[in-house]
Nanobody, 115 residues
Framework: QGHLVESGGGLVQAGGSLRLSCAAS????????MGWYRQAPGKQRELVAR???????TYPDSVKGRFTISGDMTKNTVYLQMDNLKPEDTAVYYC?????????WGQGTQVTVSS
């Protein structure tokens, strides 16, 4: 079983940057992928970025060129660097990880971008 702990959310002005971190802990053998989702009020949860154990990354068009996901699998940690933030990026950001073929979620961290 695993547990995800997120950090790094906050309030930033449009055009600014934030870096989120997520660490996986617990008794598991394999990380297949780690990533981030976000959910804004009244909207569905959506994928923001994902990185696989081999290093392959996935981004939706809405964040390509602005967000960068990276991982340190020796520390079971993933990072999300968010640059040129826009007000529409405001949401609760959730860490997601597939540990031993089971999906886990963090508690969420608020990111607010003011215009």
């Amino acid at each position: 079983q695993g547990h995800l702990v997120e950090s790094g959310g906050g309030l930033v002005q449009a055009g600014g940057s934030l870096r989120l971190s997520c660490a996986a802990s617990g008794n598991f053998f394999r990380i297949t992928y780690m990533g981030w989702y976000r959910q804004a009020p009244g909207k569905q949860r959506e994928l923001v970025a994902r990185i696989t154990r081999s290093g392959a990354t996935t981004y939706p068009d809405s964040v390509k060129g602005r967000f960068t996901i990276s991982g340190d699998m020796t520390k079971n940690t993933v990072y999300l660097q968010m640059d040129n933030l826009k007000p529409e990026d405001t949401a609760v950001y959730y860490c997601n990880a597939n540990l031993d073929w089971e999906d886990y979620w963090g508690q969420g961290t608020q990111v607010t971008v003011s215009s």
